[in-house]
Structures are given as C-alpha cells and as structure tokens.
C-alpha cells in the first residue's frame, strides 16, 4: 500500500510538471501574428473604404511588444502588446498622429478597431476605424 502511495504522489508530481510545459506563454502568439498583411480599412467618421498593406514584426528588445508598419496607410510606425491573441496598442503619439486601439488575431486574420486624432495647429480630427487585416 506504500508503494501504491508513493506511485500515486509521483504520477501527480510528474502530470503537474507536464502542465507547466503544456501552458503557454502569453506571448507565444508573436511569431503567428508577425508578417505582412493586405488591409481593408472601414472609417466611420469618414464613411469611407480603404485598401493598403502594413507589415508586423516584434520588438526583440521587449518580450510581448509588436511594431505595425505603414499604420492607418499613414507611414507610420506603432507600436503593441500582444497577450495570447490580444492585441492592445496603448495611447501614443507619432508625428501628427495620436492613437490608440484594440484588436484580435484568430486563423490568419487580424481585426482592429482604433481611434487615430490627427492634431494640426488649427484643427484637431478624430478618426474611428475598424480594420480587418488578411496575412498574406
């Protein structure tokens, strides 16, 4: 019945240590979400349709990090944090541009909603867009 014991507490150690290999990291996604992308981008306060490609690579200084290159076809750089399939772009500033944004990546296809004020001297325009983005 000792041996029984042991066997049954051995068993449990070793699944339990299977499950920390098994469990991912929620950073695991980035080489899945990294690539080139061909955009379909719907502005709602524009009413208006556009088509471009951006390309997604990772921040290799900062695990969980994420660059999107030719953002909202503006030619810019922004920058993300991925947690699993989660995308979080937090506030920030590039050039003119002030953004922010959500999105999600499932089967090749990532989808974004984000908010882009343009800030000029004499007017200040806030954009809302929703983004689906197809990996090429």
């Given at each position: 019945m000792k041996n029984y014991k042991i066997l049954a507490l051995l068993l449990t150690a070793f699944i339990s240590g299977c499950e920390l290999?098994?469990?991912?990291?929620?950073?695991?996604?980035?080489?899945?979400?990294?690539?080139?992308?061909?955009?379909?981008e719907w502005s709602e306060t524009l009413d208006a349709q556009s088509f471009f490609q951006l390309s997604i690579y990772r921040n290799n200084q900062r695990n969980g990090k994420i660059?999107?290159?030719?953002?909202?076809?503006?030619?810019i750089e922004?920058?993300?944090?991925?947690n699993g399939y989660k995308i979080q772009i937090p506030l920030q500033q590039v050039g003119y541009y002030e953004?922010?944004?959500?999105?999600?990546?499932?089967?090749g296809e990532l989808t974004m909603t984000y908010s882009v004020t343009y800030i000029d001297t004499r007017s200040q325009i806030i954009d809302i867009c929703n983004a689906i983005c197809t990996k090429q």
């Open positions: 290999i098994i469990n991912e990291s929620p950073h695991d996604n980035i080489d899945q979400i990294t690539g080139f992308y061909e955009v379909d660059y999107i290159d030719n953002f909202y076809n503006a030619e922004v920058f993300a944090e991925v953004i922010e944004g959500i999105g999600s990546f499932y089967e």
